[in-house]
């Protein structure tokens, strides 16, 4: 039986440098499954490819059998892939439910641009509804109509996330969802993570180097250093690894 | 919010063709011929800003539409005998083609190399329009006769406001019903940013194209309009000043705003009109005392005036414009 997220043997090169060497990881659906690694190691790298930003120079990369690299960037989110983003992108000059609109918007039909319809009423309804469902959902209701830029910064976070879950993914890929947040913020994501993935049957790949919430939240996390595959296993099993222990401490650190 | 215009747009629209029914019988004809060319101007600018400021693609093609525009309709019309209404809808269309011929290359380029390569079209356009003699009648121009629509003789100013007045109501609740849709969305979504369009599914380089083509159909459209009051067109309107005019309309209004860039029409359309009633000994200063304000209100409001008006009397934030607590907010964020 095939897996139902495989990343199969991929490499990346820049120019010289191999940012990502014979990486392969398997997940299995319903599982948080965190990316590690210390700094550069590629794992925003390993995310692009599967959101196509990027194209590995060889390997395969399939959603339930699906060819990932077969389509292009704007058809990921249709093929059941969402991500967020690391460093805060968002549609700052439009509002909370206008980013979370567009995180749908390739579940809304098509209707007449430049003038009234019946169909584009009811299509924008039900979208404002399910929309406002999300922010329900991810605390951000009574920013409604504030624009997004003017967030703060763990609301900005939060509103990433929300438009992510407006793709409807099966597979969600995180990109530090937890960087620079409080811990009472922290507390929130850990607790909307487990949620997602336990009631929603949402499947999660986890960057984070906020360690307590990788600890808590995943099944399963796999190492990744200078674009190698290092360590993978159960939390437990990971907090004891010694290469992984060197990697993040530096093998001098014994010395 | 996304489907139905507000009562107060539908009002202004309204308001906009009963002006346009109502001012012919008070107003002398100078007047008249001012009000008629800032209509054009004004779908010529929103045709703009939904490029600039609701897709962010600073192109500058523009002012080649609006000629595309001028001499389609203006032939088909008064050569071809083909009703005025049927000449615009051609004209526009070749237009909207020309930009989407232009928007496939255009929508791989992005900011001074965008702005660049436009602007050197805008410039070929020109040329053609100086110098393709069988058509454009070359550097003399081309004079044609006012349409008739249904029986309806345009032509003076009188009798074509009310006709120019109704087509930019049209032109103006086309372009809200778009920004108000899940296309006007898509297209502040890649303003916004492109990442994260592309990671919502949105196809970025077909909806620029597609921008491209719709802000074009507008410059066409216009240039259809200019035919109803004007008798004659040659490539010096079409120039690099125009396009600029047009710009600073944009940009001094509020850009990303349809009311911001209607009332950036208005007061740059009616600046040159303010300073020539100014004593004469001042006269020679009228360039400059333009110039002044353009810098002065780039440096000042970077808003437009609708950024700095609209916090004064509407709370209401949102839609894809720009809000008045980032204007705010915005020096603030410069100097960190």
Same mark, same amino acid.
């Given at each position: 039986m095939s897996a139902f997220f495989a990343i199969d043997d991929i490499s990346v090169r820049f120019g010289g440098l191999?940012?990502?060497?014979?990486f392969s990881m398997e997940v299995r659906p319903g599982e948080i499954h965190a990316l590690i690694g210390p700094n550069g190691a590629g794992k925003s790298t390993v995310f692009n490819c599967i959101s196509r930003f990027c194209t590995p120079v060889e390997g395969r990369i399939r959603l339930d059998g699906q060819?990932?690299?077969?389509?292009?960037a704007h058809r990921i989110v249709a093929s059941g892939i969402g991500r967020t983003f690391q460093?805060?992108?968002?549609?700052?000059?439009?509002t909370v439910l206008e980013n979370v609109l567009i995180g749908q918007h390739v579940h809304i039909p098509r209707y007449f641009f430049f003038g009234p319809s019946p169909k584009r009423k009811r299509t924008e309804a039900e979208a404002v509804k399910s929309a406002e469902a999300i922010l329900e959902e991810t605390n951000l209701a009574k920013y409604r109509?504030? &624009? +997004?830029?003017? *967030?703060d910064f763990g609301h900005q976070k939060l509103l990433d996330l929300a438009r992510a879950l407006a793709g409807r993914p099966r597979l969600l890929l995180l990109d530090? &969802? +937890?960087?620079? *947040?409080?811990n009472r913020e922290i507390s929130f994501v850990d607790a909307l993570l487990l949620k997602l993935a336990r009631s929603h049957g949402l499947t999660i790949i986890l960057v984070e180097h906020v360690m307590p919430l990788v600890m808590s939240v995943a099944n399963k996390v796999t190492v990744l250093s200078f674009g190698q595959k290092i360590a993978e296993g159960t939390p437990a099993e990971i907090r004891r690894h010694p290469r992984v222990i060197e990697a993040y401490l530096g093998s001098e650190a014994h010395a | 919010m996304y489907a139905e215009l507000r009562a107060s747009e539908l009002a202004g629209l309204l308001l906009i063709i009963a002006a346009g029914l109502a001012l012919p019988q008070i107003l002398p004809g100078y007047f008249l011929y001012t009000g008629n060319s800032l209509m054009t101007y004004a779908i010529l600018a929103i045709g703009l800003d939904l490029l600039?400021?609701?897709?962010g693609q600073f192109a500058f093609a523009h002012i080649a539409f609006f000629g595309i525009g001028i001499y389609g309709t203006a032939l088909l019309e008064s050569?071809?005998?083909?009703p005025f209404l049927l000449s615009v809808a051609i004209s526009a269309a070749v237009a909207g083609l020309v930009g989407i011929a232009i928007g496939f290359p255009a929508a791989r380029l992005r900011t001074v190399y965008l702005a660049l390569a436009t602007y050197a079209f805008a410039e070929c356009a020109q040329w053609v329009f100086r110098t393709w003699d069988p058509v454009?009648?070359?550097?003399d121009g081309l004079r044609f006769r006012p349409p008739v629509i249904f029986g309806y003789e345009t032509g003076s100013d009188q009798s074509s406001f009310p006709v120019v007045a109704l087509i930019l109501a049209l032109a103006i609740g086309a372009a809200l019903y778009l920004t108000k849709s899940k296309l006007g969305r898509q297209m502040c979504a890649i303003r916004d940013s492109e990442h994260v369009a592309t990671a919502s599914g949105i196809d970025v380089r077909r909806t620029k194209v597609i921008a491209f083509a719709i802000s074009a159909v507008f410059a066409g459209i216009a240039g259809g309009v200019y035919t109803l009051f004007q008798t004659f067109v040659n490539a010096d309107v079409l120039g690099v000043s125009q396009l600029v005019t047009v710009l600073t309309m944009v940009v001094i209004g509020g850009s990303g705003s349809i009311i911001g860039v209607l009332l950036g029409v208005v007061v740059i359309g009616l600046l040159p009109e303010l300073l020539r009633a100014m004593p004469q000994s001042l006269l020679v200063w009228q360039e400059f005392i333009y110039g002044s304000i353009l810098v002065l209100a780039i440096v000042f409001m970077p808003q437009g005036l609708w950024g700095l008006i609209k916090p004064r009397f509407i709370r209401r934030t949102g839609g894809c414009g720009r809000t008045p607590a980032q204007s705010i907010r915005a020096p603030a964020e410069a100097s960190q």
């Open positions: 191999k940012a990502i060497d014979h060819d990932i690299l077969a389509l292009p460093n805060l992108e968002l549609l700052k000059r439009m109509d504030t &624009p +997004a830029g003017e *967030l530090e &969802p +937890a960087a620079g *947040l409080r | 600039l400021g609701w897709s050569r071809a005998e083909v454009t009648g070359g550097p």
